[in-house]
């Protein structure tokens, strides 16, 4: 039995045949068709009707969505000009090609019997997961009957994500705000729930940052059509749906295809990116999928959709781990007369996950904590090489691993560009420079010693300051009353309390980390 025909009147069989065709579901009164469609049962040996059923219903109810058609009005005509202007340099002042050593290391004072040794925090004891093996995950969601599915590969997971119809559609011509209201249209008439809810569920199974989310969708947009025009449209419609504050932004077209380009807010100030202001809101051409460079006039819509209103939050992007063959790194340096060697271990994904990131601000990297194999693998052989001493003396031996393990070289010397570090790139990487010391200082202090610390950043410097919890002689500077005492990771052999010589007697600007971890 064919329920959809068999519910048509005669009026709407003569109307489908005037013109030439079959009658479609949706031209049916709406409130009739709804009413019909909820009273009818889906009988468990007619799947072809189920599956009708309930792509119908869904597309009913997207395309009678109040704020579907409120966003499509604005969508059709509510457009302005507006300058999208070059970002903002990271770090404009620039560092020494190389650095001063202190001329020996200072003996420390002698301690006694008050001063305060550190307490080394126990690692919980727990199995260290394998990175070559995949997490376990819930059931994945079937695509509808007669739906498709992409396979995708994302740091080394492989993926399967459903696809409608639509979202295989170009976007031909140049943009117009009505070829792009109706591009929007006919995506949010299809019935898309599969792949939002498996977008969903990838997110939470991975523990996907924004930033992967983000990163994901443009993967799987690239799956699905072709060209780059409608990638993008594909992942601002998405993105939309998925509650982000997507915004298209287009310059007047060329050629057939014109120039279209896909920016949203973020929780951090990001360098290095070009970004126009709305509504006191900075909206960046993120390089979600590689590099953007873009500048100048473009027009974009007013207003937003309304359930989206989600910035791409950094600061947690850390949450996320990738998945692959592990590599090793070894970090040999003395200590206490002592040659030591560290073996650090992680996937390869995991850096290039990193480099995808754009510049943030220079608080955001000793956030960023260690995959959780990796920081529990790295601090069980550094654990022993602090217990037992005094926190100073601890101290002095993360700055002697930070100072001495690794080579040094400014950013223009080894990428050609200004690149912030993350601790894991400081560990990955032969050389590093001294903001990307500081962080993994700070991380380690923070971690292994659980001291409050600080950034100090001077132009064109980035060193770093330990509260103790007594005095210890030497430079310090004074923080909502808490005296930090300068340590700098860069300054190859000094102490707590030795300042860089071109640096002394300078007031530096303060970084507070940690506060909200």
Not at 34 to 43: I, Q
Not at 218 to 236: K, Y
Not at 475 to 494: E, K, M, R, S
């Amino acid at each position: 039995m064919n329920w959809p025909m068999k519910s048509q009147t005669n009026a709407e069989k003569t109307t489908a045949t005037r013109q030439g065709k079959q009658m479609l579901p949706l031209l049916v009164c709406g409130t009739c068709l709804m009413t019909a469609l909820l009273a009818l049962p889906a009988s468990a040996d007619n799947a072809d009707y189920a599956a009708w059923r309930q792509q119908t219903l869904g597309e009913f109810q997207r395309y009678l969505n109040d704020n579907d058609q409120a966003f499509l009005k604005r969508l059709e005509s509510d457009w302005r000009a507006i300058d999208l202007l070059r970002g903002e340099p990271v770090d404009s002042v620039p560092k020494p090609d190389s650095l001063p050593e202190a001329p020996s290391l200072p003996e420390a004072p002698e301690a006694d019997d008050n001063t305060p040794k550190v307490r080394i925090a126990a690692l919980p004891d727990i199995t260290i997961p394998d990175l070559r093996e995949p997490p376990q995950f819930s059931p994945p969601v079937m695509p509808p009957r007669g739906g498709q599915a992409v396979e995708v590969s994302f740091y080394n997971y492989d993926l399967s994500l459903p696809y409608t119809q639509a979202m295989q559609s170009r976007f031909d011509g140049p943009p117009s705000p009505e070829a792009i209201a109706a591009y929007y249209k006919q995506q949010a008439s299809a019935p898309m729930d599969n792949t939002l809810d498996q977008l969903r569920q990838w997110q939470s199974s991975l523990q996907l940052s924004d930033w992967a989310t983000a990163q994901l969708i443009g993967t799987f947009s690239e799956h699905v059509v072709a060209d780059d025009t409608s990638r993008t449209l594909l992942s601002w419609f998405l993105l939309l749906q998925m509650g982000f504050d997507a915004r298209l932004a287009y310059q007047d077209a060329t050629s057939d295809s014109g120039n279209v380009w896909l920016l949203l807010p973020a929780d951090e100030l990001v360098y290095e990116t070009s970004f126009f202001t709305l509504d006191n809101t900075r909206y960046y051409a993120l390089p979600i999928r590689g590099p953007v460079d873009v500048s100048g006039p473009v027009r974009t819509y007013s207003g937003q959709f309304k359930k989206a209103d989600q910035p791409l939050r950094f600061s947690h992007v850390d949450h996320f781990n990738t998945m692959g063959e592990p590599i090793e790194h070894r970090l040999s340096f003395s200590l206490d007369g002592q040659q030591q060697t560290i073996t650090i271990r992680y996937p390869l994904s995991q850096i290039a996950y990193l480099d995808s990131l754009p510049q943030l601000d220079l608080k955001a990297y000793p956030l960023n904590a260690l995959p959780e194999a990796t920081r529990q693998d790295f601090f069980r052989q550094m654990r022993p090489l602090l217990n037992g001493k005094s926190e100073e003396d601890a101290v002095t031996a993360l700055l002697t691993f930070v100072q001495t393990a690794f080579a040094y070289k400014t950013d223009e010397q080894q990428f050609q560009r200004e690149n912030y570090l993350y601790p894991l790139e400081t560990l990955h990487y032969p050389a590093s420079d001294c903001e990307d010391r500081a962080a993994l200082f700070a991380l380690l202090v923070h971690e292994l010693l659980g001291l409050p610390v600080v950034l100090t950043d001077y132009p064109g410097h980035v060193a770093a300051a330990v509260a103790f919890s007594a005095p210890v002689k030497g430079d310090n500077l004074t923080l909502d009353g808490q005296i930090y005492t300068v340590t700098d990771p860069t300054y190859v052999n000094a102490r707590a309390g030795m300042t860089m010589p071109e640096y002394a007697g300078q007031s530096p600007a303060i970084v507070s980390l940690f506060s909200d971890r």
